[in-house]
C-alpha cells in the first residue's frame, strides 16, 4: 500500500510533527505531506505542502495561504454569512461586519483562532485564543507546554489543559498518547519541561491515554477528556509514608498548604502544584511548628517531605548544642 501511496492530507485538528510522523515519512521518500486549515463552518480556507525533509519540520508547520477564491484577513481585538441557527447570540459574535469589503452587508467569520503572517507570506496558525490561560496570576499559552513535551520521542500527541482543583485552584494537566509506558517516561517528561520552561508552566498532573477523544469533525474534544485526580496528582513514584514525628509534622503542614489529602515523603512540593506564592505560606507555618530557622531557600533545596524533615531536625540538633555556649557567653558578659 505505502509504495503506491503519493500523497497525505490533514485535516481537522491542528497538525503535529512528532517523532513518530518523521520516522514514518523518512521511509516514504516518495510521498509528499499537505496541511490544511479550516474551521468547521467553511471547510479548507488554506493549504500548505511540507518540504521533502522530515527533519526540517517544525512542531506546529504553517497552514499555507488562502486557496483559490478564497480570503482570509488577521485582525487584531478592535475589529468586531448566515449565522446559527436559532442563535442570534452567537451569530452576532461569530459573524462581524466585513471591513475590508465595498459590498454592503459583508460580513466576516470570527474563527477564533491565533495566527500570523511569515515573512514568506505563509500563515502559522498559533492556537486558540481561548487555549490561553492565567494560572496563578501568570498568562501561560499551552502550546509552548505541549511543543516541549512533543520532543520526547515517545510521544505521539499531546494536550495541555488547565483544571480546578477541590479547593478552587487551578493546575495544567498533561495528555499524552505515548508509544511507551508511563512509568518509564513520566520522570523523563517532568526533566524535560523543567529544562526548558518555568516551573509555573510545569503540568502538576500527567494522563496517559490510548489516544485522544475526538469530536465529530475529527479535533480534539476536550471536554471529553477525563478529569484526573488532583487531590493526589500522578507522580510516577510509590508513595511512602511519613515514618518519623518530623515527617509527619511537615507532610501535615503541606497537605494544609496544597489541600492534598495523601502526601509521601518522596513527594515533592513543586510537582504537586506548589509554587512561589505558597512557598511562603508554607515557611511561614514551618517556622511556627518547629525551632529551625526554616527559608525559602531551605524549601528550594530540600523540596521532598523527607529531605526537608532530614534538614529541620539537622538544624534542630545544632540549635541544642549551640544553646549551652550561648548560655556561658551570656553568663561571662553578665560577670565582666
Known amino acids: 500500500l505505502f509504495n503506491t501511496l503519493r500523497e497525505i492530507t490533514t485535516t481537522g485538528e491542528q497538525l503535529q510533527i512528532t517523532q513518530p510522523i518523521i520516522k514514518l515519512f523518512k521511509s516514504l521518500e516518495h510521498c509528499s505531506l499537505h496541511n490544511h486549515y479550516g474551521p468547521s463552518e467553511t471547510h479548507v480556507v488554506t493549504a500548505s505542502s511540507l518540504g521533502k525533509n522530515p527533519d526540517e519540520w517544525s512542531f506546529y508547520p504553517p497552514i499555507g495561504q488562502p486557496i483559490a477564491n478564497t480570503q482570509i484577513h488577521i485582525v487584531d481585538r478592535q475589529l468586531t454569512a448566515q449565522g446559527y441557527l436559532n442563535r442570534p447570540d452567537l451569530t452576532a459574535e461569530k459573524f462581524i461586519p466585513n471591513p475590508f469589503s465595498k459590498e454592503p452587508g459583508a460580513r466576516l467569520y470570527k474563527t477564533g483562532d491565533l495566527a500570523r503572517y511569515l515573512p514568506n507570506g505563509n500563515i502559522e496558525y498559533v ?18 507546554i505541549e511543543v516541549v513535551i512533543s520532543q520526547h520521542k515517545a510521544i505521539k500527541e499531546v494536550v495541555v489543559i488547565d483544571k480546578k482543583d477541590e479547593a478552587g485552584n487551578k493546575r495544567l494537566v498533561a495528555y499524552v498518547v505515548s508509544d511507551q509506558e508511563s512509568t518509564s517516561i513520566g520522570g523523563e517528561l517532568r526533566s524535560l519541561l523543567n529544562e526548558k520552561l518555568p516551573s509555573y508552566m510545569v503540568p502538576s498532573a500527567f494522563v496517559f491515554l490510548e489516544k485522544l477523544p475526538l469530536t465529530s469533525n475529527g479535533k480534539v474534544d476536550r471536554r471529553a477528556l477525563p478529569v484526573p485526580d488532583l487531590t493526589r496528582p500522578e507522580l510516577l513514584r510509590t508513595f511512602v509514608a511519613p515514618r518519623t514525628t518530623t515527617e509527619e509534622a511537615v507532610a501535615e503542614i503541606w497537605k494544609q498548604v496544597l489541600g492534598i489529602e495523601k502526601i509521601g515523603i518522596h513527594d515533592n512540593f513543586f510537582e504537586l502544584g506548589g509554587h512561589s506564592l505558597l512557598v511562603t505560606q508554607l515557611v511561614a507555618k514551618l517556622l511556627k511548628s518547629f525551632e529551625a530557622e526554616v527559608s525559602v531557600v531551605d524549601l528550594f ?20 548544642i549551640s544553646a549551652p555556649a550561648k548560655m556561658n557567653e551570656e553568663r561571662e558578659e553578665i560577670e565582666i
Open 127 to 144: 492556537g486558540r485564543i481561548d487555549h490561553q490561560v492565567k494560572v496563578r496570576g501568570f498568562r501561560i499559552e499551552l502550546r509552548e
Open 301 to 320: 533545596e530540600a523540596s521532598t517531605v523527607a529531605a526537608l524533615a532530614e534538614r529541620i531536625e539537622k538544624m534542630q540538633t545544632l540549635e541544642r
